[in-house]
């Protein structure tokens, strides 16, 4: 099973050790474990192809300490199984990882004494720099409320769903060919790269476009970047230059509108107890242009935190927005940190605890989970690509 992201949320360490301090361990320190599972890649009709004589690796993340603890090569019919004790820290976790084409894959962190196959696992991709089609299954664009701390400037969120619906990993070209772009709006400033299953450091804009320059493997992946224009400005032109099952804004502003492209204004959505006015359209054909009017309004400040919105197009795959939880202002979305495979990994299993612990999560809980979890395993992806040299 190959791990990816989506979403947004990013929980203070030191918040999430406390939790994991908190966890019971599931088995006791000196236990013999095993952890096996095989290395495939997709062949013809669904066949499932070992992958032979491709390094597994065994890692050990602790508060105490984190480091590879084996490895070894897999065996004809693609499989690897470690035997190991756990030592140390009772909350430390353990996982398998595994790079093709520089891309990373790994297993899902565990503490339990036996796991084979499934969760185990481990499915892998080619790759190429050729025109492997990424399509858009979403688009979603946030109008946030002046800034408090300026009241200068307003955010914009951007996020596309994109499918890679073949069974090789598209990888940026040689002749500095991204792997995805879109074009901005007119005059807007100070784009990033927002969180989602593409690292901040692989989103750059220039002439007009935000492109992409991280390999996207197959499956559906989830793009986000934020950007500004004045406050002063009552109007932004985004265009809509594909093909988009849903089309998605919203306004956290009671006179702004949203024309263009089929949109429809639907219920608002309560976030807080802050309105954001919505708009929808299904199945929009290029080229298009969507305008947002935003006449004013006061400078919010706090916390805001937008939810998970869910739009399901017939029989398609699902189609989340995965929103920040913006600290400070929507200018938290954007901060970057530096990413630690061993941290990463330690915060993904105290996430996965904290979760666990809830009885019967609700709808809100579930989603936020999911995106928290995607988005951290995302990181952790990209963290051992660059730690290992392969990104």
């Known amino acids: 099973m190959m791990l990816s992201l989506r979403g947004c949320c990013v929980l203070a360490l030191t918040a999430l050790v406390a939790l994991v301090a ?54 004809a019919d693609g499989g690897f199984s470690f035997r190991y004790r756990a030592t140390g820290d009772s909350n430390a976790v353990y996982f398998v990882s595994t790079t093709r084409g520089g891309v990373a894959y790994f297993t899902p962190p565990t503490r339990e004494t036996s796991v084979r196959g499934g969760t185990a696992d481990l499915t892998v991709f080619d790759t190429t720099s050729g025109p ?19 009241g200068t400037t307003r955010t914009v969120i951007e996020v596309y769903e994109l499918s890679n619906d073949s069974t090789i990993t598209r990888v940026p070209g040689q002749s500095q060919t991204p792997t995805f772009e879109a074009p901005l709006p007119e005059g807007v400033i100070n784009v990033m790269g927002g969180q989602g299953d593409i690292s901040p450091d692989a989103v750059r804009a220039d002439e007009g476009r935000v492109r992409v320059w991280a390999p996207i493997a197959p499956g559906l992946k989830q793009f986000s970047f934020t950007y500004e224009f004045p406050a002063s400005r009552t109007a932004i032109a985004a265009p809509v230059e594909t093909s988009i099952p849903v ?41 298009g242009l969507v305008e947002i009017t935003t006449p004013g309004a006061e400078a919010t400040a706090g916390s805001l935190r937008l ?63 999911y995106l928290k979890r995607a988005h951290l395993k995302g990181r952790l992806s990209n963290a051992l690509a660059k730690r290992d040299g392969l990104a």
């Not at 032979?52 to 993340?61: I, P």
């Not at 006179?255 to 199945?283: I, M, N, W, Y």
């Open 307 to 369: 939810m998970l919105v869910v739009t399901a197009i017939g029989a398609a795959m699902l189609l989340g927005l995965g929103m920040a939880f913006m600290r400070g202002g929507p200018k938290a979305f954007s901060r970057r940190r530096n990413d630690d495979p061993e941290r990463l990994a330690l915060e993904i299993a105290a996430l996965d605890a904290a979760y666990e612990a809830i009885a019967a999560p609700s709808e809100q809980e579930k989603a936020e989970h």
């Open 22 to 75: 908190l966890t019971p361990s599931l088995e006791a320190q000196g236990t013999a474990r095993v952890l096996e599972g095989r290395i495939t890649r997709p062949g013809a009709a669904g066949r499932a192809i070992p992958v032979v004589g491709e390094w597994a690796v065994l890692h050990r993340v602790g508060s105490d300490a984190a480091a590879p603890l084996d490895s070894m090569r897999t065996r």
């Open 247 to 287: 089309l998605e804004v919203l306004v956290e502003d009671p006179r702004g509108t949203a024309v263009g492209a089929g949109l429809t204004e639907v219920d608002p959505v309560q976030v807080d107890g802050r309105p954001f006015k919505r708009f929808l359209a299904q199945d929009v054909a290029p080229p």
């Open 132 to 150: 492997v089609p990424i399509t858009v299954r979403g688009r979603h664009l946030i109008v946030t409320a002046p800034d408090s701390a300026t």
